[in-house]
């Protein structure tokens, strides 16, 4: 008598979407660690810069003597963080990903596109939260305190946008550069946000020419946006909150630029 054939064990079940981007996050975030370049400049960056510029007033009378003026101030060094995580260490990265060909081996897996980069997306929001936290003690320890006129919606829909921006201005360049390009390239622009996004000279006082490239970026956007939603209370804070429309308007279309043009020019390898 024979015996019967052993049935075949059935495959695996596939992981579902949310365990999925779990892993995939827990993936770049475990990476994300590793790069202690980028840390640096994502958390060390700009705290220095906060607590420099209100120390010594250098941007033109508005170093930290008054909360209205430390509000002002926030407003770009929390743009040039964004800007930090969102553009320059997820470009850079996405970039040498590409060069190495772990992007490609991410492509011939299970794993969906979309979830691939919204993995990479919602590892920069961690990272964003990180540091909004640590400005936030950083800035309290400077003297500035929450004021009653603050929005958190103006606020939270700001720093929504500005992480789509950057990310996908991230994914644009990381997409499509070789590595060595996209390193030169991207810290190049993120010295010119450095410089042009309200930091040093508020961009009210810039020349002309340079004045109306500073209104285009979506670091100054951001910024006026965050100055407004932390309810500034100086001259220049007024002007943000009835330019807030206006610039999450601005910033949305970046966001929906960057993204289409990520997705369309995005390559693998």
């Known amino acids: 008598m024979t015996e019967p054939l052993p049935v075949p064990a059935s495959p695996p079940e596939p992981a579902s979407l949310a365990r999925t981007i779990a892993a995939l996050l827990a993936m770049e975030l475990r990476l994300t660690a590793r790069r202690y370049e980028n840390l640096l400049v994502m958390f060390g960056l700009p705290p220095i810069l906060l607590v420099f510029l209100a120390a010594v007033p250098i941007r033109g009378g508005a170093g930290g003597s008054t909360e209205g003026a430390l509000v002002t101030l926030l407003g770009p060094v929390v743009a040039i963080a964004m800007a930090a995580s969102g553009f320059v260490n997820l470009g850079i990265a996405t970039a040498y ?148 429309g206006g610039d999450l308007a601005a910033l949305a279309v970046w966001a929906a630029i960057t993204a289409v043009a990520a997705r369309r020019t995005f390559r693998w390898e």
Not at 127 to 146: E, I, T, Y
């Open 97 to 244: 990903e590409r060069g190495y060909g772990v992007l490609k081996r991410l492509g011939g897996s299970p794993a969906p596109v979309g979830a691939v980069i919204l993995a990479k997306v919602a590892a920069v929001g961690v990272v964003a939260l990180g540091q909004l936290a640590l400005l936030g003690v950083v800035a309290v320890g400077v003297g500035w305190r929450p004021e009653p006129t603050a929005s958190l919606p103006v606020l939270g829909a700001g720093l929504l946008l500005g992480l789509l921006a950057f990310a996908g201005l991230g994914l644009l360049f990381g997409g499509t550069l070789r590595a060595e390009a996209a390193l030169a390239v991207v810290n190049g622009t993120f010295l010119v946000f450095l410089l042009l996004g309200g930091i040093l000279v508020p961009v009210e006082n810039l020349p002309g020419v340079l004045r109306d490239l500073a209104e285009l970026m979506p670091v100054t956007a951001l910024a006026r946006i965050i100055a407004a939603g932390l309810g500034a209370t100086d001259g220049a804070g007024a002007a943000a909150v009835g330019r807030a």
